[in-house]
């Protein structure tokens, strides 16, 4: 079966607390203090998709008064897979959250991770965003259609870099592509990265022949002219990047990545419900708002069940993906 039909990506793939142990640190819902004392994992290296959000979210939760010092760190490895470990071992910490995403659910499976995300408290999807399809300024590859001309020839001489593991959207993405023009995704050389930070030296370099990453990780150095963005993978161009649709280039794929906050298991309900409550304070912000249209990102916004239930849907999808590329048993 075409892996296009085992993975429709259409567009998407788509309360107040009190008491809790943030709020005695110095306040995360409801009353007038600020959040203290509260710290976002990010399970790759500074750069990729994960930190521009976590970072980009923390500066505007300050911005807009509703936290104070919060603290965003590294912790790399195994595709997020290392950080998922070390969130799932602080048990019951309600001042530590992890940002996540598509990424760390099919690192699960291929990394063969004793830690899942179902083990995990899940707070809230934030957004959406395209890959993009880039290479260097100075690439041989001006358009799309060349590129893919070149790829159909001769595949393995033609590697693309991802900032994720087998499994996560930068694999995904040519995966699809590979599968729409006629190309069999198991003969794609992909060389992973852990992150778009770490991709991109590779892509600026030209040591891979194309790069596929998160748009909003990349936006400077394209404003820049470093990089040159042949074609995006959403259902629109995006603002400010000279660059058509995958679909617009005859090639029949629309996909978007996602990204959210997940928390330790065994928090208190009052700690699940503060960060609940913080990261809906912040999308209702107006420096959230700009955050989004500055970086190219789509609304996403859900929380507690329905984020859940959502995970849950994604960890069976991209389980079946993988399966169907002979990547897990």
Same mark, same amino acid.
């Given at each position: 079966?075409?892996?296009?039909?085992?993975?429709?990506?259409?567009?998407?793939?788509?309360?107040?607390?009190?008491?809790?142990?943030?709020?005695?640190?110095?306040?995360?819902?409801?009353?007038?203090?600020?959040?203290?004392?509260?710290?976002?994992?990010?399970?790759?290296?500074?750069?990729?998709?994960?930190?521009?959000?976590?970072? !980009?979210?923390? @500066?505007?939760?300050? +911005? *807009?008064?509703? &936290?104070?010092?919060?603290? %965003?760190?590294?912790?790399? #490895?195994?595709?997020?897979?290392?950080?998922?470990?070390?969130?799932?071992?602080?048990?019951?910490?309600?001042?530590?959250?992890?940002?996540?995403?598509?990424?760390?659910?099919?690192?699960?499976?291929?990394?063969?991770?004793?830690?899942?995300?179902?083990?995990?408290?899940?707070?809230?999807?934030?957004?959406?965003?395209?890959?993009?399809?880039?290479?260097?300024?100075?690439?041989?590859? !001006?358009?799309? @259609?060349?590129?893919? +001309? *070149?790829?159909? &020839?001769?595949?393995?001489? %033609?590697?693309?870099?991802? #900032?994720?593991?087998?499994?996560?959207?930068?694999?995904?993405?040519?995966?699809?592509?590979?599968?729409?023009?006629?190309?069999?995704?198991?003969?794609?050389?992909?060389?992973?990265?852990?992150?778009?930070?770490?991709?991109?030296?590779?892509?600026?370099?030209?040591?891979?022949?194309?790069?596929?990453?998160?748009?909003?990780?990349?936006?400077?150095?394209?404003?820049?002219?470093?990089?040159?963005?042949?074609?995006?993978?959403?259902?629109?161009?995006?603002?400010?990047?000279?660059?058509?649709?995958?679909?617009?280039?005859?090639?029949?794929?629309?996909?978007?990545?996602?990204?959210?906050?997940?928390?330790?298991?065994?928090?208190?309900?009052?700690?699940?419900?503060?960060?609940?409550?913080?990261?809906?304070?912040?999308?209702?912000?107006?420096?959230?708002?700009?955050?989004?249209?500055?970086?190219?990102?789509?609304?996403?916004?859900?929380?507690?069940?329905?984020?859940?239930?959502?995970?849950?849907?994604?960890?069976?999808?991209?389980?079946?993906?993988?399966?169907?590329?002979?990547?897990?048993?």
């Amino acid at each position: 079966m075409r892996l296009r039909k085992l993975l429709p990506l259409a567009a998407a793939l788509v309360v107040a607390a009190t008491g809790t142990a943030c709020t005695q640190a110095g306040g995360a819902s409801g009353g007038q203090d600020k959040v203290t004392g509260f710290r976002v994992m990010v399970p790759n290296t500074p750069g990729g998709g994960y930190d521009v959000t976590a970072r !980009t979210s923390a @500066k505007a939760m300050e +911005e *807009a008064g509703l &936290a104070r010092n919060v603290e %965003v760190f590294n912790l790399p #490895g195994a595709g997020g897979t290392v950080g998922l470990g070390r969130l799932v071992g602080e048990k019951g910490n309600g001042k530590l959250a992890m940002q996540m995403g598509l990424g760390v659910v099919g690192s699960v499976y291929t990394n063969k991770s004793p830690s899942t995300l179902q083990d995990t408290t899940p707070i809230a999807r934030l957004i959406e965003e395209p890959d993009i399809i880039v290479v260097s300024k100075n690439s041989k590859y !001006t358009d799309i @259609k060349q590129l893919i +001309e *070149a790829w159909k &020839a001769d595949p393995g001489a %033609v590697p693309v870099g991802g #900032g994720s593991s087998p499994g996560g959207p930068d694999h995904l993405a040519p995966m699809l592509v590979a599968d729409a023009i006629g190309l069999e995704p198991k003969k794609v050389n992909y060389v992973p990265f852990d992150g778009g930070g770490e991709l991109l030296a590779s892509v600026l370099g030209n040591k891979v022949a194309f790069g596929v990453s998160g748009v909003g990780e990349y936006m400077d150095q394209i404003k820049a002219g470093e990089l040159r963005v042949l074609a995006v993978t959403g259902k629109d161009r995006v603002s400010g990047v000279d660059a058509p649709t995958l679909k617009e280039s005859g090639v029949d794929v629309e996909f978007t990545n996602w990204r959210g906050v997940v928390a330790p298991p065994g928090i208190s309900d009052a700690d699940r419900l503060a960060m609940i409550d913080l990261y809906t304070k912040l999308h209702d912000s107006e420096q959230w708002k700009q955050a989004l249209a500055k970086n190219g990102w789509y609304d996403a916004f859900s929380t507690g069940d329905e984020f859940a239930s959502f995970l849950q849907k994604e960890n069976d999808r991209v389980g079946g993906v993988l399966k169907a590329l002979g990547l897990t048993a």
